[in-house]
């Protein structure tokens, strides 16, 4: 196998653009596209020009025929609109494609489209290998019409996790460990952390961070809105990146570290049932709230909820889920399940140890939830 050093004394890249003349191609480059013009040759009748601008430098190239495809040239700016006469897509007289796209376009959530939804572990839902080698099980597999994903997420054999110092371009995301440990470190948080089994954070939209070492069958439940959203990896910030600033909030969310050991427990929406709240509804102003709830005892209490979406994930003990005009599910650990807001359900047959995590999120991001 070659070595691969050598790729790091690469001085720079260069895109081959096939040109049918430079005197028609280079003003549309340098005076309709904004390009600088580095080097042209040869001097008594130019073939190559090379431009550079925008990040990417081009050779535009007469010389080159019909042996070089002819690329797309994608443009992505603050502001399309003004570089272009708000033109998104314009063809060179080369005939090569521009197009121009925002470069950091709004993050957008689908509309949830409401299912209900049962993943059961029995019923052998596959495993695929993800990112850093992680294997992820998908709890929803209709994404609610693209507004929301969780996966369920392990390592099987612990130790170092190749991961990158990285961030998501999310609305909410919440990391949840049900089993063995992880250590983390996040931006402005000091120094990195173990995330035990009961444990969880949030990731507030495009915190730097980074996953360092994991237990032995680690364990983890991941939480993201919308469904498809970018991972970064950030080549420049290491982590831990100096002094701590816990009440920094990023796009209008303060990282929150709940931890069950020394957690105060209360009464639940639903009788019979103890919670823990995490602390997280505060952390994102009421728009999405985890609580974790274990069974004390009673009658069976029907129940429904008006917030967006209601996910509840089964951590310890066995349960029947009814919902009103579906068949009735036996549920134990690691199975989960999604209600939409006014369908009447209630919690049967539950065992001494059964122990419940629930996300219950709100519409949109400018209003709170209410379950």
Same mark, same amino acid.
């Given at each position: 196998?070659?070595? $691969?050093?050598?790729?790091?004394?690469?001085?720079?890249?260069?895109?081959?653009?096939?040109?049918?003349?430079?005197?028609?191609?280079?003003?549309?480059?340098?005076? &309709?596209?904004?390009?600088?013009?580095?080097?042209?040759?040869?001097?008594?009748?130019?073939?190559?020009?090379?431009?550079?601008?925008?990040?990417?430098?081009?050779?535009?190239? /007469?010389?080159?025929?019909?042996?070089?495809?002819?690329?797309?040239?994608?443009?992505?700016?603050?502001?399309?609109?003004?570089? %272009?006469?708000?033109?998104?897509?314009?063809? %060179?007289?080369?005939?090569?494609?521009?197009?121009?796209?925002?470069?950091?376009?709004?993050?957008?959530?689908?509309?949830?489209?409401? @299912?209900?939804?049962?993943?059961?572990?029995a019923d052998q839902a596959p495993w695929v290998i993800g990112r850093a080698g992680m294997h992820y099980?998908?709890?929803? $597999?209709?994404?609610?019409?693209?507004?929301?994903? /969780? @996966?369920?997420? &392990?390592?099987?054999?612990?130790?170092?996790?190749?991961?990158?110092?990285?961030?998501?371009?999310?609305?909410?995301?919440?990391?949840?460990?049900? %089993?063995?440990?992880?250590?983390?470190?996040?931006?402005?948080?000091?120094?990195?952390?173990?995330?035990?089994?009961?444990?969880?954070?949030?990731?507030?939209?495009?915190?730097?961070?980074?996953?360092?070492?994991? @237990?032995?069958?680690?364990?983890?439940?991941?939480?993201?809105?919308?469904?498809?959203?970018?991972?970064?990896?950030?080549?420049?910030?290491?982590?831990?990146?100096?002094?701590?600033?816990?009440? &920094?909030?990023?796009?209008?969310?303060?990282?929150?570290?709940?931890?069950e050991q020394g957690a105060s427990w209360g009464a639940w929406r639903i009788p019979g049932f103890t919670?823990?709240?995490?602390?997280?509804?505060e952390g994102t102003n009421g728009v999405a709230g985890v609580q974790v709830a274990k069974w004390q005892?009673?009658?069976?209490?029907?129940?429904?909820?008006?917030?967006?979406?209601?996910?509840?994930?089964?951590?310890?003990? /066995?349960? &029947?889920?009814?919902?009103?005009?579906? $068949?009735?599910?036996?549920?134990? %650990?690691?199975?989960?399940?999604?209600?939409?807001?006014?369908?009447?359900?209630?919690?049967?047959?539950?065992?001494?140890?059964?122990?419940?995590?629930?996300?219950?999120?709100?519409?949109?991001?400018?209003?709170?939830?209410?379950?």
């Open positions: 196998m070659a070595d $691969p050093s050598p790729l790091l004394e690469v001085a720079q890249a260069e895109v081959l653009v096939p040109s049918v003349g430079l005197r028609d191609d280079m003003p549309f480059f340098t005076k &309709r596209l904004g390009f600088r013009l580095d080097q042209i040759f040869p001097a008594d009748d130019p073939a190559v020009a090379l431009l550079s601008g925008h990040g990417v430098r081009l050779r535009l190239d /007469a010389t080159l025929g019909g042996d070089i495809a002819m690329p797309v040239l994608r443009l992505l700016v603050d502001d399309p609109g003004a570089l %272009a006469d708000g033109a998104t897509e314009l063809i %060179a007289p080369n005939g090569m494609r521009i197009e121009l796209a925002e470069r950091n376009p709004p993050l957008v959530t689908p509309t949830t489209q409401h @299912s209900y939804i049962v993943r059961r572990l099980r998908d709890l929803i $597999p209709d994404r609610l019409g693209g507004s929301i994903i /969780a @996966s369920h997420i &392990r390592i099987p054999d612990g130790g170092p996790v190749p991961d990158m110092v990285h961030y998501h371009t999310v609305g909410f995301q919440l990391i949840f460990c049900i %089993a063995g440990w992880v250590d983390l470190v996040y931006e402005d948080q000091g120094e990195p952390f173990r995330l035990h089994a009961g444990d969880c954070v949030i990731q507030p939209p495009e915190i730097r961070h980074r996953v360092l070492y994991a @237990s032995d069958n680690i364990e983890v439940v991941e939480i993201g809105v919308p469904a498809e959203h970018i991972t970064t990896i950030d080549h420049e910030m290491t982590l831990p990146n100096g002094p701590a600033n816990p009440e &920094r909030r990023f796009q209008g969310q303060k990282f929150v570290h709940h931890r919670a823990r709240d995490t602390g997280i509804a005892g009673g009658d069976a209490v029907t129940a429904t909820h008006d917030c967006d979406i209601l996910f509840n994930f089964v951590m310890t003990g /066995a349960m &029947r889920l009814c919902v009103d005009g579906e $068949p009735d599910f036996q549920l134990t %650990a690691g199975d989960a399940f999604v209600i939409p807001p006014g369908r009447a359900a209630s919690f049967r047959d539950c065992s001494d140890d059964l122990e419940l995590m629930e996300v219950a999120l709100a519409a949109d991001f400018s209003t709170s939830l209410s379950v």
